[in-house]
């Protein structure tokens, strides 16, 4: 939870991130993580917590309701009731201000009838009872509670009897001011005592402090028992509120960044025959609003936070991974993610200069775990490039032009006279998505330095041919079906040909001028079987891509990277099969994550398990996963804006149309983007034609 950057030592090469995300990272050498297989202890209930603590130590978040605006967050189960159970509380940069806030209303708690997000930050609770004796089995008392991740919660009372009402109100509340990973790990500490402070209670130890105030002032608070009282006279059909207040103790009023009207997340929008696909769409910003962060030194600056409730700090290449699905909405998300992770790249000398550093991730079972920061050093003269086509201004890509030539001059540093980048380095595998990522960067790379007269073009697209050549045979598997791209080469030159979702990578070419793609690693009829293998029931669950083939040795349906559906690898298989011209296979891939986004209240999860669909099932959540999570909210976005096939061109005045032609979502209007720094508007009809409704003056359609 912590807003914490990478760090600029060689540390970020030692930790183990993914094994899994949400746990707290493992030290770790040469791929070889410690205690990988360790899980946190149980935690230990707080006192005046009801019920037993959660087996297996990590609380489950599959059936919370997260509210989230960075840095606040609110976590609560169905009940409503925040009972200081595993992870409920409100929480502020990562500590836990509120554990426990507990209604009883004429000495009952309300039965709960309802729980809703009513937003990306917000959640409406309804509970009933009945306060007359002679009432019969109907209510006559309605209690609405909503809960604000800012850290505020209203408790309206409603007399829905014939007759006036007294009603006493009790609100008993309690933390431990722990710590997120100290929650995550079994370990929040008791709670602590309180003292009555203005016009409610206090919390403090030496590390920190908090306190929560009401409007009206209770009329009784007890500090020993952590207790407000109110008594409220209702007429029939009266009302009486009560506001709760939770701040870190002096603190002000919670300014979260998506609700700032400087938003860099343009506030798209999205309407047509399938009205799945608006919902899916305004949950997305909504979520991406709500995991914004700014870069503490550089206010200006924006990024995502990775995912909460457990990752709502950056994470490098995940950051760079959802600013680049999300340039249709602008490109000012990038340059704030661009400039956060250019100010921590790693100087020389040394063989690790020019590297944007990262933890490392767990790659299941076949593969040590590999460092993202490799991924993150590929990604950012990617994400430059792309911004520069959707509209990023000249002085800004000029600005950040010297930290992208680092990153290219690291790639072709540590790959030498060799043909292939391992990861982690030196000495690990060559895994086939860091060759794609890498592919990748030389191409955009290489047009980035041309367009602005720098040196090393020519080079990056020599050697990238080099490994287009190679790549085809070093890392092609024969077999009877077809054969399949291999996952990686070891070092001792063996080859791990199992089938995963990494594999989508190599159908993720970039961007270039006049809104070409980038040649890709695979030939022709290599990528035709790549399309028929992503498209087969070994890797289709029916709700998306399995992380590893359900025929593969190792296979998990709930594992996170042996066979659960992870969304964005998911919405990227998508992109690539339409841009390849592989339209089935995409708008099959495409109408089972959208089925599944339904499911999930269209807030989709990083992950979820990839059991196979069946008629009347549902996706079966996975209980640790983020939700929302920065790549998975801005899948939405890929997801949509590619049946357009959306390709600008900025510098040039032009964007290009390649809409899906089977139209897999029929008619399909898209509002609110932005392309070449002005709102955007397409609409795709059910023929699968294109025709562009708002444009910037003097933008032209290209052929």
Same mark, same amino acid.
């Given at each position: 939870?912590?807003?914490?950057?990478?760090?600029?030592?060689?540390?970020?090469?030692?930790?183990?991130?993914?094994?899994?995300?949400?746990?707290?990272?493992?030290?770790?050498?040469?791929?070889?993580?410690?205690?990988?297989?360790?899980?946190?202890?149980?935690?230990?209930?707080?006192?005046?917590?009801?019920?037993?603590?959660?087996?297996?130590?990590?609380?489950?978040? $599959?059936?919370?309701?997260?509210?989230?605006?960075?840095?606040?967050?609110?976590?609560?189960?169905?009940?409503?009731?925040?009972?200081?159970?595993?992870?409920?509380?409100?929480?502020?940069?990562?500590?836990?201000?509120?554990?426990?806030?507990?209604?009883?209303?004429?000495?009952?708690?309300?039965?709960?009838?309802?729980?809703?997000?009513?937003?990306?930050?917000?959640?409406?609770?309804?509970?009933?009872?009945?306060?007359?004796?002679?009432?019969?089995?109907?209510?006559?008392?309605?209690?609405?509670?909503?809960?604000?991740?800012?850290?505020?919660?209203?408790?309206?009372?409603?007399?829905?009897?014939?007759?006036?009402?007294?009603?006493?109100?009790?609100?008993?509340?309690?933390?431990?001011?722990?710590?997120?990973?100290?929650?995550?790990?079994?370990?929040?500490?008791?709670?602590?005592?309180?003292?009555?402070?203005?016009?409610?209670?206090?919390?403090?130890?030496?590390?920190?402090?908090?306190?929560?105030?009401?409007?009206?002032?209770?009329?009784?608070?007890?500090?020993?028992?952590?207790?407000?009282?109110?008594?409220?006279?209702?007429?029939?059909?009266?009302?009486?509120?009560?506001?709760?207040?939770?701040?870190?103790?002096?603190?002000?009023?919670?300014?979260?960044?998506?609700?700032?009207?400087?938003?860099?997340?343009?506030?798209?929008?999205?309407?047509?025959?399938?009205?799945?696909?608006?919902?899916?769409?305004?949950?997305?910003?909504?979520?991406?609003?709500?995991?914004?962060?700014?870069?503490?030194? $550089?206010?200006?600056?924006?990024?995502?936070?990775?995912?909460?409730?457990?990752?709502?700090?950056?994470?490098?290449?995940?950051?760079?991974?959802?600013?680049?699905?999300?340039?249709?909405?602008?490109?000012?998300?990038?340059?704030?993610?661009?400039?956060?992770?250019?100010?921590?790249?790693?100087?020389?000398?040394?063989?690790?200069?020019?590297?944007?550093?990262?933890?490392?991730?767990?790659?299941?079972?076949?593969?040590?775990?590999?460092?993202?920061?490799?991924?993150?050093?590929?990604?950012?003269?990617?994400?430059?490039?792309?911004?520069?086509?959707?509209?990023?201004?000249?002085?800004?890509?000029?600005?950040?032009?010297?930290?992208?030539?680092?990153?290219?001059?690291?790639?072709?540093?540590?790959?030498?006279? $060799?043909?292939?980048?391992?990861?982690?380095?030196?000495?690990?595998?060559?895994?086939?998505?860091?060759?794609?990522?890498?592919?990748?960067?030389?191409?955009?790379?290489?047009?980035?330095?041309?367009?602005?007269?720098?040196?090393?073009?020519?080079?990056?697209?020599?050697?990238?041919?080099?490994?287009?050549?190679?790549?085809?045979?070093?890392?092609?598997?024969?077999?009877?079906?077809?054969?399949?791209?291999?996952?990686?080469?070891?070092?001792?030159?063996?080859?791990?040909?199992?089938?995963?979702?990494?594999?989508?990578?190599?159908?993720?070419?970039?961007?270039?001028?006049?809104?070409?793609?980038?040649?890709?690693?695979?030939?022709?009829?290599?990528?035709?079987?790549?399309?028929?293998?992503?498209?087969?029931?070994?890797?289709?669950?029916?709700?998306?891509?399995?992380?590893?083939?359900?025929?593969?040795?190792?296979?998990?349906?709930?594992? $996170?990277?042996?066979?659960?559906?992870?969304?964005?690898?998911?919405?990227?298989?998508?992109?690539?099969?339409?841009?390849?011209?592989?339209?089935?296979?995409?708008?099959?891939?495409?109408?089972?994550?959208?089925?599944?986004?339904?499911?999930?209240?269209?807030?989709?999860?990083?992950?979820?398990?990839?059991?196979?669909?069946?008629?009347?099932?549902?996706?079966?959540?996975?209980?640790?996963?983020?939700?929302?999570?920065?790549?998975?909210?801005?899948?939405?976005?890929?997801?949509?804006?590619?049946?357009?096939?959306?390709?600008?061109?900025?510098?040039?005045?032009?964007?290009?149309?390649?809409?899906?032609?089977?139209?897999?979502?029929?008619?399909?209007?898209?509002?609110?983007?932005?392309?070449?720094?002005?709102?955007?508007?397409?609409?795709?009809?059910?023929?699968?034609?294109?025709?562009?409704?708002?444009?910037?003056?003097?933008?032209?359609?290209?052929?």
């Amino acid at each position: 939870m912590h807003q914490s950057t990478p760090s600029s030592t060689t540390d970020d090469n030692r930790r183990l991130r993914d094994s899994p995300p949400w746990l707290p990272p493992a030290e770790g050498v040469s791929g070889q993580p410690r205690n990988r297989r360790t899980r946190p202890t149980p935690p230990r209930p707080a006192p005046g917590a009801q019920g037993p603590a959660q087996a297996g130590g990590l609380p489950p978040t $599959h059936t919370a309701l997260i509210c989230i605006a960075l840095p606040g967050l609110a976590v609560s189960t169905e009940q409503g009731q925040l009972a200081g159970r595993g992870l409920e509380g409100f929480y502020r940069a990562g500590r836990r201000l509120l554990a426990r806030c507990q209604v009883r209303v004429a000495g009952r708690e309300p039965l709960p009838v309802q729980a809703l997000m009513a937003g990306a930050d917000s959640a409406r609770f309804v509970g009933t009872l009945r306060a007359s004796p002679a009432a019969g089995p109907d209510p006559d008392v309605v209690v609405e509670r909503i809960r604000h991740a800012e850290g505020t919660e209203r408790i309206t009372l409603h007399n829905s009897a014939r007759h006036p009402l007294r009603l006493p109100l009790e609100v008993a509340l309690g933390t431990d001011l722990a710590e997120l990973s100290a929650i995550a790990s079994g370990s929040p500490g008791p709670e602590i005592p309180a003292s009555v402070h203005d016009s409610g209670l206090r919390w403090a130890t030496p590390t920190g402090s908090s306190a929560v105030t009401a409007d009206p002032p209770p009329a009784d608070a007890l500090a020993s028992a952590g207790l407000l009282r109110w008594e409220f006279e209702l007429p029939p059909g009266g009302t009486a509120s009560v506001e709760l207040r939770v701040r870190p103790d002096g603190a002000g009023p919670l300014r979260a960044v998506g609700r700032a009207a400087t938003s860099p997340v343009a506030p798209a929008r999205a309407a047509g025959d399938d009205p799945r696909a608006g919902a899916l769409l305004r949950t997305s910003v909504e979520d991406l609003q709500a995991l914004l962060l700014r870069d503490p030194a $550089h206010p200006s600056d924006t990024y995502l936070a990775a995912g909460a409730p457990w990752r709502c700090g950056l994470a490098p290449a995940e950051a760079l991974a959802a600013a680049r699905m999300t340039l249709p909405l602008g490109t000012r998300l990038a340059t704030g993610t661009l400039r956060t992770l250019a100010r921590t790249q790693l100087r020389g000398p040394g063989p690790r200069a020019g590297m944007i550093p990262g933890p490392r991730r767990d790659a299941g079972a076949h593969l040590p775990p590999g460092c993202t920061g490799t991924e993150a050093t590929l990604l950012f003269p990617v994400l430059l490039a792309e911004a520069r086509r959707w509209g990023l201004p000249d002085q800004e890509t000029r600005e950040l032009l010297p930290a992208a030539e680092h990153c290219l001059t690291w790639l072709r540093t540590t790959v030498g006279d $060799h043909t292939y980048l391992c990861d982690p380095q030196p000495g690990g595998p060559a895994r086939s998505e860091t060759q794609a990522h890498a592919h990748r960067a030389a191409l955009l790379g290489a047009d980035l330095l041309d367009a602005y007269d720098r040196p090393g073009g020519a080079a990056l697209r020599h050697w990238a041919g080099e490994l287009r050549k190679a790549f085809r045979t070093d890392f092609w598997a024969d077999d009877r079906g077809g054969g399949r791209p291999a996952a990686a080469r070891t070092p001792d030159g063996r080859t791990l040909t199992h089938l995963g979702s990494a594999v989508v990578h190599l159908l993720d070419t970039g961007l270039l001028g006049a809104g070409r793609p980038a040649a890709g690693l695979l030939d022709k009829v290599q990528t035709e079987q790549l399309a028929r293998l992503l498209g087969g029931p070994a890797m289709d669950s029916g709700w998306g891509l399995r992380g590893l083939g359900a025929k593969e040795t190792g296979h998990n349906p709930f594992g $996170h990277r042996a066979g659960a559906v992870r969304v964005h690898e998911t919405a990227l298989a998508v992109a690539g099969l339409a841009a390849a011209g592989y339209e089935k296979e995409a708008g099959g891939l495409l109408r089972g994550l959208l089925a599944a986004a339904e499911h999930f209240g269209h807030r989709l999860p990083e992950m979820f398990a990839g059991e196979q669909r069946t008629d009347g099932g549902v996706p079966l959540p996975h209980p640790a996963a983020c939700r929302p999570a920065a790549t998975a909210a801005a899948s939405g976005v890929l997801l949509l804006t590619t049946l357009a096939g959306i390709r600008p061109d900025a510098p040039a005045g032009t964007v290009t149309l390649r809409p899906v032609h089977s139209a897999p979502l029929g008619e399909l209007g898209l509002t609110g983007l932005r392309v070449a720094g002005a709102p955007f508007s397409v609409r795709v009809s059910r023929l699968g034609l294109a025709m562009v409704e708002e444009a910037a003056d003097g933008l032209q359609l290209g052929v």
